[in-house]
């Protein structure tokens, strides 16, 4: 059994919403925000971050120790030239144009307070060296001042001195740890 129809088109049907009020068209959520991400975001953001931190302190200490390898190497070829030639004048040159290349990388000038290390001479080159290393006046003895000679010598004079001495010297400031500058002479 169907209801009654009604016979005319003004008549108002059951549950139907008066003429009179316009309808509205559907409503669409609002658009998702972009802020604030949602929580897999910030994740990928942090890790990001630390993969970045993590790099930057890998990079600083591989160039750190740079240095210290390229010094060794330099050391082992001095040797290995010294221990093929038995020259001695070449040795405390060699020995000594690293010890300032060394020095002017451990100990860069910084600023007003900084010592300037290439404009160092003399018994004020030695005396950097005795402080910034041990301290126990071994680069103040008779065997360190070859250093400061032998670089400008002519390459066929012949000069007397303990070999083994300022070799083994030179070697325990060169291996010592200078950490660019720490130790302030």
Not at 36 to 48: C, E, K, T
Request: glycine residues 8%.
């Amino acid at each position: 059994m169907n209801p009654p129809r009604p016979t005319t088109a003004t008549a108002p049907v059951q549950g139907s919403l008066p003429q009179d009020i316009p309808l509205r068209d559907i409503h669409l959520p609002e658009p998702v925000s972009w802020w604030p991400p949602a929580p897999g975001w910030w994740l990928l953001l942090a890790g990001i971050i630390l993969l970045a931190v993590v790099f930057a302190l890998l990079r600083r200490w591989y160039k750190s120790r740079r240095l210290q390898r390229d010094i060794h190497a330099e050391l082992e070829k001095i040797k290995q030239r010294y221990g093929s030639s038995g020259n001695k004048l070449k040795l405390a040159q060699d020995l000594s144009v690293l010890l300032r290349r060394a020095a002017i990388s451990w100990y860069p000038h910084t600023g007003a307070q900084a010592q300037d290390i290439a404009g160092l001479t003399g018994e004020d080159w030695l005396r950097f060296l005795d402080t910034s290393g041990k301290g126990d006046g071994a680069f103040l003895g008779d065997t360190a001042r070859v250093l400061l000679s032998a670089p400008y010598l002519p390459a066929d004079k012949t000069i007397e001195f303990d070999a083994e001495a300022l070799l083994a010297l030179c070697e325990s400031w060169l291996l010592a740890s200078h950490k660019g500058g720490d130790r302030k002479p």
